[in-house]
């Protein structure tokens, strides 16, 4: 497969593209009674809880989002990665599964309703396109501690359109290996698990671990092992389910369980494929996704004709009230993905105008840490790219305005290939105070110190360096940074 970098680092970051191909076709007959009654339900329906639930007995709540914004909001962005456009830089084209949608972060398409629910709503223009929204976490951790358990979960109600109405939409829930990030053509080795997919608005939830090699493998690609299960208790449509898979450590073998509502119906376990297509695929942490595509790779085999129709319907939403994973048992209760920078403690030692090293973040998103040939040894951050960030919180300026930038920066980057180092205050999307170019400076252990003019900032801020490039390659490391009043 071809690499996004010539670097011997493979780094995830920010995002990823399913490459499935058909699945086994599934004969549906698809019809228009009841659609419109559909609709009108799809309008009002239900709201959603007031608050994630408590975790059992015996688990750990490590992460959760409500969707409890104001109306009108975009989910957090401390959060949720919002993905647009019809693939990623560099990328299969129409997200590898030949959807036919465009994914924007307009809340006419993605929205907190302010009642606790996201709505990822397809629309139709006036010309025939379509819109809709996609989202992802920023966080690539999710993996069961040694010895534990995972459990991910979310309650959805599916788009609320059924018969003809409904042909194309295709609601998901689903994970991919954090390895995906910023390489967008290790599928389906690096492990996807999709907790919940629907097509056509038909009652059946599908549950399903890719794998291995594509065609063909242990995992049987495209299709994948999966299996399919109606909605206990009310329909998939018009009603809210929760959807859930755990992962388990604790057994030998290894176990994935695919649950609807309390009920397992699929499951996958290690000793069904060689110990290296295991390990590729759920040997690291995973990122949770949340999308409604419109036709493609699986609502058209199941249809048996290409979706969507003139007949669909525009305007019919997922709801979703929460996402949670919980951990359970173990050694530790989440694991980080990147080992932790040894020195000096995250977050720096608060003040802006001391020499902030560049490994000691609070947060990050796609990232990887390295060694440093530069004065004073000790690591770097490394294999930096469009769309990743650092988060250093707390660094104090106190009254007398910061008016410079500097930070200290190598590139081995392609020739071609350059981008932006950028200062954000208190939010990874908020406008950049500062920043300055970066290409190739001899090498990825090359080291200079660059300084930029930055609007003049003072007090208390939680500081974001973003890195923002035209091109999908790495294009700079950075090993420390510091501002000053002059």
Not at 100 to 120: E, F, K, M
Not at 409 to 416: I, P, W
């Amino acid at each position: 497969m071809p690499s996004t970098t010539a670097r011997t680092t493979a780094v995830p970051r920010a995002g990823a593209a399913r490459r499935r191909r058909p699945r086994r076709a599934l004969t549906t007959v698809l019809t228009a009674a009841g659609a419109a009654a559909a609709l009108c339900a799809a309008l009002l329906g239900p709201t959603a809880t007031a608050a994630v639930p408590p975790a059992p007995a015996g688990w750990t709540t490590v992460w959760s989002d409500d969707f409890g914004g104001a109306a009108d909001t975009l989910p957090s962005a401390a959060d949720w990665i919002v993905d647009t456009g019809t693939s990623y830089p560099g990328g299969a084209a129409n997200w590898g599964t030949g959807e036919v949608q465009s994914y924007t972060a307009d809340t006419a398409n993605l929205r907190q309703d302010g009642a606790g629910n996201l709505r990822i709503t397809p629309i139709r223009d006036a010309n025939g396109h379509w819109t809709s929204g996609r989202i992802e976490t920023r966080r690539t951790d999710f993996e069961p501690p040694a010895g534990g358990k995972l459990r991910i979960e979310s309650r959805i109600q599916m788009p609320n359109v059924t018969g003809a109405a409904a042909a194309g939409y295709w609601p998901a829930f689903w994970t991919l290996g954090a390895p995906y990030r910023g390489n967008y053509w290790n599928w389906p080795s690096i492990g996807e698990f999709d907790l919940m997919e629907n097509v056509n608005g038909v009652n059946q939830v599908w549950g399903t671990l890719h794998c291995g090699a594509n065609p063909g493998g242990p995992c049987n690609e495209t299709s994948g092992l999966g299996a399919v299960h109606a909605c206990p208790g009310s329909a998939c449509q018009g009603n809210f389910h929760t959807y859930a898979l755990e992962w388990d450590r604790s057994v030998s073998p290894q176990q994935l369980r695919w649950y609807v509502d309390g009920v397992q119906f699929h499951s996958v376990t290690s000793a069904q494929m060689d110990a290296a297509t295991w390990s590729a695929a759920t040997g690291h942490g995973h990122f949770i996704l949340l999308n409604v595509a419109m036709g493609g790779a699986f609502p058209d085999p199941v249809a048996g004709y290409r979706t969507p129709t003139a007949a669909t319907a525009s305007g019919v939403p997922m709801l979703v009230d929460y996402v949670a994973v919980r951990s359970s048992g173990g050694t530790t209760t989440q694991p980080p993905t990147t080992p932790p920078p040894t020195t000096p403690p995250p977050g720096g030692n608060g003040s802006a105008y001391a020499t902030v090293q560049a490994e000691a973040y609070s947060a990050q998103s796609g990232t990887a840490l390295e060694g440093t040939t530069d004065t004073g040894g000790g690591q770097n951050l490394a294999a930096l790219a469009n769309g990743d960030w650092a988060l250093y919180r707390g660094l104090d300026f106190g009254g007398t305005p910061a008016r410079q930038f500097k930070a200290r920066v190598a590139s081995g980057a392609a020739g071609g290939v350059s981008g932006l180092v950028e200062v954000r205050l208190d939010s990874p999307t908020s406008a950049p105070v500062g920043s300055f170019a970066i290409a190739n400076t001899g090498g990825w252990q090359s080291w200079t110190t660059v300084p930029a003019n930055i609007s003049a900032v003072t007090g208390r801020h939680d500081v974001y360096l973003t890195f923002t490039s035209g091109q999908p390659a790495d294009f700079v490391n950075v090993n420390w940074f510091t501002f000053s009043t002059t």
